[in-house]
Protein backbone atom coordinates (compact mmCIF):
# COMPACT_ATOMS: atom_id res chain seq x y z
CA UNK A 1 0.00 0.00 0.00
CA UNK A 2 1.52 3.02 -1.12
CA UNK A 3 0.90 6.85 0.78
CA UNK A 4 1.54 10.63 -0.67
CA UNK A 5 3.15 12.63 1.61
CA UNK A 6 1.58 16.00 2.60
CA UNK A 7 3.65 18.85 1.80
CA UNK A 8 5.84 20.26 5.07
CA UNK A 9 4.60 23.82 5.11
CA UNK A 10 4.89 26.02 8.22
CA UNK A 11 2.36 28.35 9.31
CA UNK A 12 4.15 30.94 11.93
CA UNK A 13 0.49 31.82 13.26
CA UNK A 14 -1.21 28.50 13.57
CA UNK A 15 -2.43 28.25 17.42
CA UNK A 16 -0.33 25.51 19.66
CA UNK A 17 -1.39 23.38 22.16
CA UNK A 18 0.78 22.60 25.54
CA UNK A 19 3.04 21.17 23.82
CA UNK A 20 3.88 23.49 21.90
CA UNK A 21 3.16 21.58 18.53
CA UNK A 22 0.20 22.69 15.60
CA UNK A 23 -2.52 20.77 14.27
CA UNK A 24 -0.70 20.30 11.12
CA UNK A 25 2.10 18.31 13.89
CA UNK A 26 -0.65 15.65 13.83
CA UNK A 27 -1.57 14.61 10.15
CA UNK A 28 -0.41 12.38 8.09
CA UNK A 29 -0.36 11.28 4.67
CA UNK A 30 -2.49 12.63 2.17
CA UNK A 31 -5.96 10.18 2.10
CA UNK A 32 -6.60 8.08 -1.31
CA UNK A 33 -9.94 7.73 -0.12
CA UNK A 34 -12.85 8.68 -2.26
CA UNK A 35 -13.77 12.46 -2.18
CA UNK A 36 -16.18 12.78 0.17
CA UNK A 37 -15.51 9.73 2.46
CA UNK A 38 -16.87 10.16 5.84
CA UNK A 39 -14.01 8.04 6.89
CA UNK A 40 -11.78 10.99 6.24
CA UNK A 41 -14.55 13.12 8.16
CA UNK A 42 -13.13 10.95 11.16
CA UNK A 43 -9.47 11.55 10.53
CA UNK A 44 -10.08 15.16 10.62
CA UNK A 45 -11.91 14.54 14.01
CA UNK A 46 -9.30 12.12 15.44
CA UNK A 47 -6.33 15.02 14.33
CA UNK A 48 -7.89 17.56 16.37
CA UNK A 49 -9.03 15.28 19.46
CA UNK A 50 -5.51 14.38 19.84
CA UNK A 51 -4.17 17.72 18.99
CA UNK A 52 -6.50 19.30 21.63
CA UNK A 53 -5.53 16.71 24.19
CA UNK A 54 -1.71 17.12 23.92
CA UNK A 55 -0.31 14.15 23.65
CA UNK A 56 3.03 13.52 22.40
CA UNK A 57 2.81 11.53 18.96
CA UNK A 58 5.39 9.00 19.96
CA UNK A 59 3.26 7.98 23.08
CA UNK A 60 0.47 6.79 20.30
CA UNK A 61 -0.23 3.79 18.55
CA UNK A 62 -2.68 3.32 16.15
CA UNK A 63 -3.88 -0.10 14.68
CA UNK A 64 -6.19 -1.43 11.95
CA UNK A 65 -6.88 -4.77 10.06
CA UNK A 66 -8.37 -4.72 6.85
CA UNK A 67 -10.62 -2.18 5.09
CA UNK A 68 -11.51 1.44 3.62
CA UNK A 69 -11.87 1.86 7.55
CA UNK A 70 -7.97 0.36 8.40
CA UNK A 71 -6.22 2.73 5.73
CA UNK A 72 -7.14 5.68 8.33
CA UNK A 73 -3.95 5.25 11.04
CA UNK A 74 -1.81 6.16 8.02
CA UNK A 75 -3.60 9.86 7.66
CA UNK A 76 -3.41 10.99 11.31
CA UNK A 77 -0.19 11.15 13.60
CA UNK A 78 2.76 10.36 11.39
CA UNK A 79 5.02 10.69 13.63
CA UNK A 80 3.05 7.65 15.95
CA UNK A 81 4.11 3.84 16.11
CA UNK A 82 1.55 1.80 14.07
CA UNK A 83 0.62 -1.65 12.30
CA UNK A 84 -1.81 -2.90 9.76
CA UNK A 85 -2.36 -6.43 11.20
CA UNK A 86 -4.97 -9.12 9.04
CA UNK A 87 -8.22 -8.54 8.27
CA UNK A 88 -10.02 -9.04 11.87
CA UNK A 89 -7.23 -9.71 13.83
CA UNK A 90 -6.00 -6.07 15.04
CA UNK A 91 -7.77 -6.62 18.17
CA UNK A 92 -5.06 -9.39 19.40
CA UNK A 93 -2.44 -7.30 17.80
CA UNK A 94 -2.95 -4.45 19.98
CA UNK A 95 -4.26 -6.81 23.76
CA UNK A 96 -0.23 -7.98 23.09
CA UNK A 97 1.26 -4.73 22.39
CA UNK A 98 -1.02 -3.36 25.41
CA UNK A 99 0.50 -5.95 27.74
CA UNK A 100 3.84 -5.64 26.85
CA UNK A 101 3.72 -1.70 27.02
CA UNK A 102 0.82 -0.07 28.87
CA UNK A 103 2.13 3.13 29.23
CA UNK A 104 1.15 4.54 25.53
CA UNK A 105 -2.20 5.43 23.96
CA UNK A 106 -4.21 2.99 21.71
CA UNK A 107 -6.35 3.74 19.16
CA UNK A 108 -7.78 0.79 17.29
CA UNK A 109 -9.46 1.81 13.45
CA UNK A 110 -11.94 -0.97 12.50
CA UNK A 111 -15.37 -1.59 9.89
CA UNK A 112 -17.92 -2.83 10.31
CA UNK A 113 -17.19 -5.88 8.03
CA UNK A 114 -13.52 -6.12 10.00
CA UNK A 115 -14.85 -6.07 13.59
CA UNK A 116 -18.74 -7.51 13.10
CA UNK A 117 -17.74 -10.39 10.37
CA UNK A 118 -14.56 -11.76 10.52
CA UNK A 119 -13.34 -9.85 13.30
CA UNK A 120 -16.56 -10.31 15.74
CA UNK A 121 -14.72 -12.92 17.85
CA UNK A 122 -11.54 -10.94 18.06
CA UNK A 123 -13.62 -7.81 19.10
CA UNK A 124 -15.62 -9.43 21.50
CA UNK A 125 -12.65 -10.82 23.80
CA UNK A 126 -10.81 -7.45 23.51
CA UNK A 127 -13.84 -5.75 25.12
CA UNK A 128 -14.33 -8.69 27.37
CA UNK A 129 -10.69 -8.01 28.49
CA UNK A 130 -11.06 -4.51 28.87
CA UNK A 131 -8.49 -3.54 26.84
CA UNK A 132 -7.16 0.01 27.73
CA UNK A 133 -7.60 1.74 24.03
CA UNK A 134 -10.02 3.40 22.10
CA UNK A 135 -11.86 1.00 19.61
CA UNK A 136 -13.42 3.25 17.00
CA UNK A 137 -15.22 1.59 14.18
CA UNK A 138 -15.96 3.30 11.00
CA UNK A 139 -19.44 2.10 10.10
CA UNK A 140 -20.30 2.53 6.81
CA UNK A 141 -22.98 -0.47 6.31
CA UNK A 142 -21.25 -2.11 3.14
CA UNK A 143 -17.88 -3.65 2.18
CA UNK A 144 -16.42 -0.55 -0.02
CA UNK A 145 -13.37 -2.21 -0.75
CA UNK A 146 -15.35 -5.34 -2.51
CA UNK A 147 -17.44 -3.27 -5.08
CA UNK A 148 -20.77 -2.28 -2.27
CA UNK A 149 -21.93 -5.91 -0.89
CA UNK A 150 -24.21 -5.71 2.42
CA UNK A 151 -22.10 -5.80 5.88
CA UNK A 152 -23.04 -7.40 8.94
CA UNK A 153 -24.33 -3.68 10.06
CA UNK A 154 -26.99 -3.14 6.83
CA UNK A 155 -30.37 -2.87 8.23
CA UNK A 156 -33.34 -5.16 7.05
CA UNK A 157 -34.60 -3.50 4.16
CA UNK A 158 -31.98 -1.26 3.09
CA UNK A 159 -31.28 -1.22 -0.52
CA UNK A 160 -27.75 -1.32 -1.95
CA UNK A 161 -27.15 1.09 -4.77
CA UNK A 162 -28.08 -1.16 -8.04
CA UNK A 163 -31.13 -2.14 -6.02
CA UNK A 164 -30.60 -5.42 -3.80
CA UNK A 165 -32.56 -5.31 -0.68
CA UNK A 166 -30.86 -7.39 2.59
CA UNK A 167 -32.80 -8.80 4.30
CA UNK A 168 -30.61 -10.21 7.08
CA UNK A 169 -30.81 -8.60 10.75
CA UNK A 170 -28.18 -6.49 11.64
CA UNK A 171 -25.47 -6.76 14.44
CA UNK A 172 -25.48 -3.47 16.27
CA UNK A 173 -22.00 -2.75 17.60
CA UNK A 174 -23.63 -0.69 20.16
CA UNK A 175 -26.29 -2.78 21.83
CA UNK A 176 -23.89 -5.60 21.86
CA UNK A 177 -21.10 -3.75 23.43
CA UNK A 178 -23.75 -3.02 26.41
CA UNK A 179 -24.56 -7.21 26.62
CA UNK A 180 -20.62 -7.67 26.46
CA UNK A 181 -20.17 -5.29 29.75
CA UNK A 182 -18.57 -2.39 28.03
CA UNK A 183 -17.40 0.22 30.38
CA UNK A 184 -17.45 3.36 27.43
CA UNK A 185 -19.56 2.53 24.83
CA UNK A 186 -20.55 6.05 22.40
CA UNK A 187 -21.92 6.65 18.82
CA UNK A 188 -21.60 9.80 16.67
CA UNK A 189 -21.45 10.91 13.10
CA UNK A 190 -18.68 11.49 11.05
CA UNK A 191 -20.95 14.54 9.58
CA UNK A 192 -21.04 15.88 13.00
CA UNK A 193 -17.91 16.99 14.68
CA UNK A 194 -18.16 19.04 17.20
CA UNK A 195 -19.94 16.06 18.87
CA UNK A 196 -17.24 13.91 17.66
CA UNK A 197 -14.27 15.09 18.65
CA UNK A 198 -14.88 15.78 22.64
CA UNK A 199 -16.17 11.78 22.30
CA UNK A 200 -13.05 10.45 21.00
CA UNK A 201 -10.89 12.78 23.59
CA UNK A 202 -13.61 10.63 25.98
CA UNK A 203 -12.97 7.54 24.50
CA UNK A 204 -8.83 8.16 24.79
CA UNK A 205 -8.75 8.94 28.13
CA UNK A 206 -11.02 6.50 29.33
CA UNK A 207 -8.99 3.73 31.60
CA UNK A 208 -10.28 0.52 29.77
CA UNK A 209 -12.24 -0.54 26.50
CA UNK A 210 -13.97 2.03 24.53
CA UNK A 211 -15.84 1.53 22.10
CA UNK A 212 -17.07 4.76 19.74
CA UNK A 213 -19.15 3.56 16.63
CA UNK A 214 -19.49 6.07 13.99
CA UNK A 215 -21.82 5.92 11.18
CA UNK A 216 -19.74 7.06 7.93
CA UNK A 217 -21.26 7.21 4.98
CA UNK A 218 -19.84 5.71 1.79
CA UNK A 219 -20.45 8.29 -0.71
CA UNK A 220 -19.71 5.17 -3.70
CA UNK A 221 -21.94 3.08 -2.57
CA UNK A 222 -24.01 3.74 0.38
CA UNK A 223 -25.09 7.10 -0.15
CA UNK A 224 -28.32 6.94 -1.85
CA UNK A 225 -31.57 7.11 -0.78
CA UNK A 226 -32.46 3.91 0.00
CA UNK A 227 -29.55 3.24 2.35
CA UNK A 228 -30.02 3.55 6.00
CA UNK A 229 -26.19 4.74 6.37
CA UNK A 230 -26.57 7.54 3.84
CA UNK A 231 -25.75 11.38 4.78
CA UNK A 232 -29.13 12.44 4.73
CA UNK A 233 -30.87 9.35 6.52
CA UNK A 234 -28.33 10.27 9.71
CA UNK A 235 -28.99 14.06 9.04
CA UNK A 236 -32.97 13.40 9.16
CA UNK A 237 -32.67 10.27 12.11
CA UNK A 238 -30.21 11.19 14.39
CA UNK A 239 -31.26 11.86 17.93
CA UNK A 240 -28.62 13.13 20.36
CA UNK A 241 -28.95 11.49 23.31
CA UNK A 242 -26.34 13.78 25.74
CA UNK A 243 -25.78 17.06 24.95
CA UNK A 244 -22.06 17.61 26.53
CA UNK A 245 -18.55 18.19 25.78
CA UNK A 246 -15.09 17.18 27.38
CA UNK A 247 -13.43 18.86 30.27
CA UNK A 248 -9.73 17.47 30.66
CA UNK A 249 -8.96 15.97 34.45
CA UNK A 250 -7.25 19.56 35.65
CA UNK A 251 -8.21 21.31 39.44
CA UNK A 252 -12.18 20.86 39.52
CA UNK A 253 -14.35 23.03 37.99
CA UNK A 254 -17.32 23.40 40.23
CA UNK A 255 -20.59 25.21 39.46
CA UNK A 256 -24.41 25.23 40.49
CA UNK A 257 -27.18 24.22 37.67
CA UNK A 258 -30.60 23.44 38.12
CA UNK A 259 -32.59 21.01 35.63
CA UNK A 260 -33.56 22.34 32.25
CA UNK A 261 -31.12 25.52 33.21
CA UNK A 262 -27.86 26.45 31.10
CA UNK A 263 -24.89 28.94 32.26
CA UNK A 264 -21.61 29.40 30.95
CA UNK A 265 -18.88 27.89 32.56
CA UNK A 266 -15.60 29.20 31.67
CA UNK A 267 -12.46 26.27 31.12
CA UNK A 268 -8.83 26.19 31.77
CA UNK A 269 -8.10 27.36 28.58
CA UNK A 270 -9.47 30.54 28.90
CA UNK A 271 -12.75 29.18 26.83
CA UNK A 272 -16.22 29.33 28.08
CA UNK A 273 -18.52 26.27 27.16
CA UNK A 274 -22.40 26.26 27.62
CA UNK A 275 -23.99 23.96 30.42
CA UNK A 276 -27.36 22.73 29.94
CA UNK A 277 -28.51 19.96 32.68
CA UNK A 278 -29.88 17.17 30.59
CA UNK A 279 -33.75 15.74 31.14
CA UNK A 280 -33.94 13.00 33.34
CA UNK A 281 -35.05 10.76 30.97
CA UNK A 282 -31.95 9.36 29.90
CA UNK A 283 -28.92 8.16 32.44
CA UNK A 284 -25.10 6.93 30.42
CA UNK A 285 -24.50 5.46 33.93
CA UNK A 286 -27.10 2.77 34.03
CA UNK A 287 -26.58 -0.29 31.43
CA UNK A 288 -30.35 -0.96 31.25
CA UNK A 289 -31.37 2.14 30.69
CA UNK A 290 -29.04 2.69 28.10
CA UNK A 291 -29.27 -0.50 26.34
CA UNK A 292 -33.49 0.50 26.74
CA UNK A 293 -33.46 3.46 25.45
CA UNK A 294 -31.24 2.59 22.18
CA UNK A 295 -33.27 -0.48 21.20
CA UNK A 296 -36.60 1.86 21.95
CA UNK A 297 -35.59 4.28 19.31
CA UNK A 298 -34.25 1.80 17.24
CA UNK A 299 -37.60 0.91 16.67
CA UNK A 300 -38.76 3.91 15.55
CA UNK A 301 -36.25 4.67 13.07
CA UNK A 302 -34.06 7.28 14.94
CA UNK A 303 -30.55 6.83 15.37
CA UNK A 304 -29.10 7.70 18.91
CA UNK A 305 -25.61 9.33 19.32
CA UNK A 306 -23.64 10.65 21.99
CA UNK A 307 -21.99 8.91 25.07
CA UNK A 308 -24.55 5.75 25.46
CA UNK A 309 -22.83 4.45 28.68
CA UNK A 310 -20.01 4.82 30.61
CA UNK A 311 -18.64 2.55 33.61
CA UNK A 312 -15.49 4.35 35.22
CA UNK A 313 -15.20 2.07 38.13
CA UNK A 314 -14.50 -1.24 35.90
CA UNK A 315 -10.99 -2.63 36.11
CA UNK A 316 -9.28 -2.39 33.27
CA UNK A 317 -6.94 -5.13 31.52
CA UNK A 318 -4.09 -4.69 33.39
CA UNK A 319 -5.68 -4.67 36.92
CA UNK A 320 -7.82 -7.45 35.90
CA UNK A 321 -4.49 -9.59 35.50
CA UNK A 322 -2.72 -8.52 38.20
CA UNK A 323 0.41 -7.16 35.91
CA UNK A 324 3.18 -5.46 36.86
CA UNK A 325 3.26 -1.68 37.36
CA UNK A 326 5.40 -0.64 34.68
CA UNK A 327 6.00 -2.06 30.93
CA UNK A 328 6.76 -5.41 30.05
CA UNK A 329 9.01 -3.95 27.62
CA UNK A 330 11.30 -2.47 30.60
CA UNK A 331 11.74 -5.20 32.67
CA UNK A 332 14.90 -7.11 32.95
CA UNK A 333 15.71 -10.45 31.10
CA UNK A 334 15.68 -12.25 34.32
CA UNK A 335 12.24 -11.01 35.53
CA UNK A 336 11.10 -11.77 32.01
CA UNK A 337 12.01 -15.77 32.23
CA UNK A 338 12.53 -17.23 35.09
CA UNK A 339 13.82 -20.32 34.62
CA UNK A 340 12.94 -23.96 33.39
CA UNK A 341 12.03 -24.84 37.45
CA UNK A 342 9.14 -21.64 37.80
CA UNK A 343 7.82 -22.79 34.61
CA UNK A 344 7.55 -26.37 35.31
CA UNK A 345 5.90 -25.48 38.46
CA UNK A 346 3.15 -23.16 36.46
CA UNK A 347 2.64 -25.95 34.56
CA UNK A 348 2.08 -28.61 36.98
CA UNK A 349 -0.72 -26.33 38.19
CA UNK A 350 -2.45 -27.23 34.96
CA UNK A 351 -1.72 -30.97 34.81
Known amino acids: MTFMQKP ?70 EGAHGINAVHGRMPSIATGANAANRNLYYIGISGDGDSLSIGLGQ ?54 ALTLGAGFVGRGFSGDKDQLVPLIKAGILHNGFALLDVLSPCVTFNDHEDSTKSYAHTRRFDRPAVRTDFVPRKTPI ?14 HDGSTIVLRKVSKDYNPVNRDEAYRYVQEHQKGGEIVTGLLYINEDQQEFHALNDTVSGALRDLPYAELCPGSAILEEIQHLYR
Open 8 to 77: KVSHSKLPRNELGLSIRDYEGSMSTLCAGCGHDSVTAALIQAIWELSIEPHLIVKMSGIGCSSKTPAYFV
Open 123 to 176: FAHALRRNVNMLYLIENNGVYGLTKGQFSASADVGSKAKKGAVNNQPPIDPILL
Open 254 to 267: QTVCEGGEAIPVEL
